[in-house]
């Protein structure tokens, strides 16, 4: 009897325990559906709140978009009264003849004019009687666009032969000759052409070809113009070029540090140096020996200058406009002094492209043949005669 109401006091507990973790886990459950219902409210309202906020991103965009249009608007307006004011300005710059290579400080002027004076004591004596300048560009034409966006194209300066020839790039070993211009634009690429092997690498972009022989500068230790004949696929002769602590001779190629070029007088060398860090040089080579037989520094700055090139004796530099679609001769020295930037013309170059790394002057032709982003470029000029001073 006992252990029969021991048996039933045991099962009492069992069942009250039971009943207690019964209780137990209902009201864990019904808390856990609490936070469930929670987390879906708020997952609503996350909902709802990302939609509006999407809808008024969309509408914000849509008024960027329409203020972007009204924008681009306002600035093609701005760019063609700004490209009218300039035309305005060139054209009072032509009426006027302001004098474009002014140096900020009078005295620095006075300085530079004196010292190519001084320089200048012995008077250059002309080989030729070439009298002529240039008046203005006449033409244009894209020949075609082969290599990289550097290099040079030109024709062997002062002869009868028709051939063209391509430095391709700011440093080579290589040049390649075509029989003509014609065989170059209709040629792909450079698969015409005859690859001249040169016996040392070229540098920069101010090479010459000039009766048969090709005058490239060569950078080592120290710069040295080299002669090479073409027909006997020889080195002829070769200099170290004199000027001391040379640095690159125009502001916007930075790779060229010699610019050769060729006109009706013969071989130039266009440089600068650390001396006279602002100005451009000029000196006159003979072709024969490589020799400098006369030197000048001139009032032309290298700043802003892309290339330089030499007619009859005087040399134009051009310089970069503030619109990047155009370039022009903004200084001019004459090393007779017929010349002056007063009496030189404003002369546009209408650079399509990017910027010109050459320009070689042909006398034969008067063309120049303007290397401008790898396009290669033909600017007929018409010519004036210089006037006596």
């Given amino acids: 009897m006992a252990v029969f109401l021991l048996l039933l006091t045991l099962f009492g507990l069992a069942g009250t325990q039971h009943q207690a973790l019964m209780e137990y886990l209902e009201r864990r459950l019904l808390a856990i559906e609490d936070r469930i219902s929670i987390w879906h409210e708020q997952t609503s309202r996350y909902a709802t709140e990302l939609r509006d906020f999407k809808q008024q991103m969309v509408a914000l965009m849509e008024n960027l978009d329409k203020e972007k249009e009204a924008l681009r608007a306002d600035l093609d307006g701005i760019n063609t009264r700004v490209e009218r004011v300039e035309r305005e300005m060139d054209y009072l710059d032509t009426q006027n003849g302001a004098q474009p290579c002014v140096d900020v400080d009078d005295k620095l002027v006075e300085q530079d004019v004196t010292l190519v004076k001084e320089k200048n004591r012995d008077k250059y004596d002309k080989l030729t009687e070439c009298r002529e300048m240039i008046s203005s560009v006449k033409a244009m034409k894209i020949l075609k666009r082969v290599g990289g966006p ?5 024709k ?14 700011t440093s080579e070993d290589s040049l390649y000759e075509f029989n003509s211009a014609r065989d170059f634009a209709t040629s792909p690429g450079i698969s015409r052409a005859k690859e001249i092997k040169l016996p040392s690498t070229w540098d920069g972009t101010g090479h010459a070809v000039y009766k048969g022989h090709v005058y490239y500068v060569k950078k080592d230790k120290e710069f040295q113009v080299v002669k090479y004949n073409l027909k006997n696929v020889s080195v002829v002769d070769t200099a170290v070029f004199p000027a001391e602590d040379q640095i690159p001779v125009y502001g916007l190629n930075p790779e060229t540090y010699i610019d050769l070029a060729v006109d009706e007088e013969g071989l130039w ?91 070689k002057y042909n006398p034969g032709d008067q063309l120049i043949y303007a290397w401008d982003d790898g396009y290669q470029i033909l600017y007929k000029l018409v010519m004036k005669k210089k006037l006596e001073v």
Avoid at 150 to 154: F, H, L, S, V
Avoid at 304 to 324: D, H, M, Q, R
């Fill in 150 to 154: 550097k290099g040079i194209w030109t």
């Fill in 156 to 169: 062997d300066i002062v002869s009868r032969s028709d051939k063209i020839y391509i430095f391709n790039g």
């Fill in 269 to 359: 060398a266009i440089y600068a140096t650390r001396e006279n860090e602002r100005n451009i040089c000029l000196a006159k080579m003979d072709p024969n020996t490589l020799d400098m037989e006369q030197m000048w520094d001139t009032p032309c700055p290298r700043e802003n200058a892309e290339v330089a090139f030499v007619i009859c004796g005087t040399v134009y530099v051009v310089y970069n406009t503030k619109l990047p679609s155009r370039s022009r001769v903004q200084c001019v020295f004459d090393v007779s002094d017929m010349v002056t930037n007063d009496d030189a013309p404003l002369v546009y170059f209408p650079k399509r492209y990017g910027s010109h790394s050459s320009m």
